[in-house]
């Protein structure tokens, strides 16, 4: 239901395009793991894997089951919630590997967090929770990085500011780009896996930032960088 749902919704709020592809998933299973810039990048993202024909089980935030008609469809279609910063956020890790060992494929959001920032423009993903590292610690599965840049066009910034990206967008339609890059095979101890990773996920939300040209902070975290034109 997530996925169709974002596939019909998303091309009305702008133009989305998908670059790289999802391989099928081994035995040990297959972590997608995205970029998180805006409140709608989960939508842009399930809408790009719906094109390329996967329908992850996703990890979200506890707080989505609180809404009586949704929290239902999530808890019937498998996705897994994330009480963070409580005793129960290792359920989740519980849950996924799981999913994993069922040949699911499943989707995260390492960053577990949004930007501060209140611009419109992209940046690189800001650091890694452990959960991603010790997942994969524990169930050996491949890590596929998902850079996805553009869905801070839609809606980012104040809860105002948010409302009315979301109302016009229809009318700007922004231009929205996903990209797929290769699986990674995490190694080394937890602070390893999480740097391997996040460099990953940078370096395919970098393709998806050229490609749909997006602006860019002057300087991303870590690095020198210049404003792209849109």
Do not use: C
């Not at 089951?65 to 279609?77: C, F, S, T």
């Not at 997942?135 to 996805?148: D, F, H, M």
């Not at 602070?191 to 996920?201: L, N």
């Amino acid at each position: 239901m997530l996925s169709r749902t974002a596939a019909s919704l998303v091309p009305l709020f702008g133009r989305l395009s998908v670059t790289g592809t999802v391989a099928p998933a081994g035995g040990s299973g297959t972590v997608l793991v995205a970029n998180h810039t805006s409140l709608t990048d989960p939508a842009v993202v399930l809408a790009a894997l719906h094109r390329l024909g996967v329908r992850p089980v996703v990890m979200a935030t506890a707080g989505l089951w609180r809404v009586p008609w949704l929290g239902r469809a999530l808890d019937g279609e498998g996705h897994i919630p994330v009480a963070r910063g409580t005793a129960r956020a290792s359920a989740a890790l519980d849950a996924a590997a799981e999913a994993l060992g069922q040949g699911r494929v499943l989707l995260m959001y390492a960053e577990g967090r949004l930007p501060a920032r209140t611009d419109a423009a992209d940046s690189a993903p800001g650091p890694f929770r452990s959960g991603l590292a010790r997942l994969t610690e524990r169930t050996g599965a491949l890590v596929v990085p998902v850079g996805q840049a553009g869905a801070r066009r839609i809606s980012s910034g104040s809860t105002v500011k948010q409302l009315a990206g979301v109302a016009t967008a229809p009318l700007r339609r922004p231009s929205l780009h996903v990209h797929v890059g290769a699986p990674v095979r995490l190694t080394g101890d937890v602070a390893a896996r999480t740097d391997q990773a996040r460099a990953a996920v940078t370096d395919a939300w970098r393709t998806a930032a050229a490609l749909v040209q997006v602006p860019v902070p002057v300087r991303e975290p870590g690095r020198r960088s210049s404003p792209s034109a849109r």
